[in-house]
């Protein structure tokens, strides 16, 4: 009787294993069904290889993590990953998310805690952007910053000499992140959320250019300009922050999986990935190409 009892729940086991594994391979069909939502040439900037990923496991995938920044509030520098106070997540936007900011000027800062922890989160569609208009910015950006900081420099060498030579540190700092940028830093920046699918790839319509992902949102308490305990919105970061490349490119990648001794930003992209986003926002990869000279 326990050996009947103890066959049946084996059995029950595995339908479940099968069951489960038959809804992955099913969502994972819907997902490639017809033409991909977005389809986009990223490279190593926009995509990166863990240094030791996969070494010794002849047979396994490969997972390249994404990389996007979102601009943060006025006044501060474009941020990469998640947990970021994004100058376009105003009140107007929260509140078309779905969050009701009422709370905010309640007197009681114990309730607004509480209410900020409650609506911690919300999933929504992330729109980035690729090598456009918020990129272009955040390079012209960090240019305006190294030219303000060569201008102080050369004008306050022999009036404050305490201020230039604090500026001999901070110049090759301010060098090396255009540097970076130029050559070797993501291009895919978040710049707008909504709920309506179709509303959003209407008013983004390119593809190639403009990647729609499933993405969170959330509240945090703090300090938004200059006012203590105000409410503010968050990009918490993406529902999926990597892409799993199947075994049959790992020929492709082979060679960059061993450790580069030098720092990311000083060398150029050394792969190409062909990037898809399916009917359910998912991502896949449909090819994979080494780049001339890449890492040089």
Do not use: C
């Amino acid at each position: 009787m326990k050996g009947l009892k103890q066959r049946r729940t084996l059995l029950a086991g595995i339908a479940l294993i099968l069951t489960s594994n038959a809804a992955v391979l099913a969502m994972a069909a819907y997902n490639r069904l017809g033409e991909p939502d977005s389809r986009v040439q990223l490279t190593e900037r926009e995509l990166w290889l863990p240094p030791s990923h996969g070494l010794g496991k002849e047979s396994s995938g490969i997972n390249l993590m994404l990389r996007y920044r979102v601009k943060g509030l006025q006044g501060v520098p474009y941020f990469e990953g998640g947990n970021v106070q994004a100058s376009w997540l105003n009140s107007d936007k929260l509140t078309a998310l779905g969050f009701d900011l009422a709370p905010s000027s309640a007197v009681d800062d114990n309730k607004r805690v509480r209410y900020a922890a409650w609506a911690s989160h919300r999933e929504v569609i992330l729109v980035l952007e690729y090598d456009g208009d918020a990129y272009r910015e955040a390079v012209a950006q960090a240019e305006r910053q190294l030219a303000e900081a060569e201008d102080k420099m050369e004008h306050n060498v022999e009036k404050v000499p305490l201020s230039a030579e604090a500026g001999k540190y901070r110049l090759p700092t301010l060098r090396e992140r255009l540097d970076a940028l130029r050559t070797s830093g993501t291009r895919l920046y978040i710049i707008d959320a909504g709920l309506d699918r179709a509303a959003l790839r209407q008013q983004y319509a390119d593809g190639s250019r403009y990647l729609l992902m499933k993405g969170t949102v959330g509240l945090s308490l703090g300090r938004v300009n200059g006012k203590e305990h105000e409410l503010h919105g968050v990009i918490r970061g993406l529902v999926l922050n990597s892409v799993h490349v199947p075994s049959s490119y790992r020929e492709q990648l082979q060679p960059f999986m061993g450790k580069d001794r030098r720092r990311r930003h000083e060398r150029s992209p050394r792969y190409r990935v062909e990037f898809n986003l399916g009917q359910r926002l998912e991502p896949w990869v449909s090819g994979v190409m080494a780049l001339p000279g890449g890492g040089d």
